[in-house]
């Protein structure tokens, strides 16, 4: 079955990290560029970072930049985001996504709570 | 506040035809051809429904539709359904600086 499957999520403390993986099964995961998007309870759909299929380039929303690293072992079919310094405001579900200029296939999510 | 602006619900009756806004400008929608359409049920992932304004994936029935106009895309779902009933998003690229970039999302409701 072609899918994506998100873990690592859970409740950190303000200041605290958090390393969120997904792994990928059911095709050639190295072909594919891949993406972080989030979605804060109630609210909308948010773009966080981009890996291409060889992590020769990668891209950063600026309201993550500096804190969040994308990275990825083709090798094990698995795409991470290492999030540090992570705020009240970081608190949403994370979402893997395959694909260039959209996002063909999605993991289920996993829920990352900061709070004190 | 989201890129891109959508009106926040909508609502058509069963079988009726419904079509959702998406304004963004030069630099997103208006710039790239590469306007997609998201569903989304409760609790649930997101679902790609079109891509690259018209496009549909394997599987997303015909009854869903999209174009652009300048700075405007637009979802079109035809002959509504009880299970089309769900929030839609929007997305365009926009360079590599902000890369995707996503409307705020319309509630469709089906009556």
């Known amino acids: 079955e072609v899918q994506l499957v998100e873990s690592g999520g859970g409740l950190v403390q303000p200041g605290g990290s958090l390393r969120l993986s997904c792994a990928a099964s059911g095709f050639t995961f190295n072909v594919y560029n891949m993406n972080w998007v989030r979605q804060a309870p109630g609210k909308g759909l948010e773009w966080l970072s981009y890996?291409?299929?060889?992590?020769?380039?990668?891209y950063y929303a600026d309201s993550v930049k500096g804190r969040f690293t994308v990275s990825r072992d083709n090798a094990k079919n698995s795409l991470y985001l290492q999030m540090d310094s992570l705020r009240a405001e970081d608190t949403a579900v994370y979402y893997c996504?395959?694909?260039?200029?959209?996002?063909?296939?999605w993991g289920q999510g996993t829920l990352v709570t900061v709070s004190s | 506040q989201s890129a891109l602006t959508q009106p926040p619900s909508a609502s058509g009756s069963l079988g009726q035809s419904i079509t959702i806004s998406c304004t963004g400008t030069s630099s997103d929608v208006g710039g790239y051809n590469y306007v997609s359409w998201y569903q989304q049920h409760p609790g649930k992932a997101p679902k790609l429904m079109i891509y690259e304004v018209n496009k549909r994936p394997s599987g997303v029935p015909d009854r869903f539709s999209g174009s652009k106009s300048g700075n405007t895309a637009s979802l079109t779902v035809s002959g509504l359904q009880a299970e089309d009933e769900a929030d839609y998003y929007c997305s365009s690229y926009a360079g590599s600086n902000k890369y995707w970039v996503f409307g705020g999302g319309t509630k469709l409701t089906v009556l």
């Open positions: 996504a395959r694909g260039y200029r959209s996002g063909d296939l």
């Open positions: 890996i291409s299929s060889g992590s020769v380039t990668i």
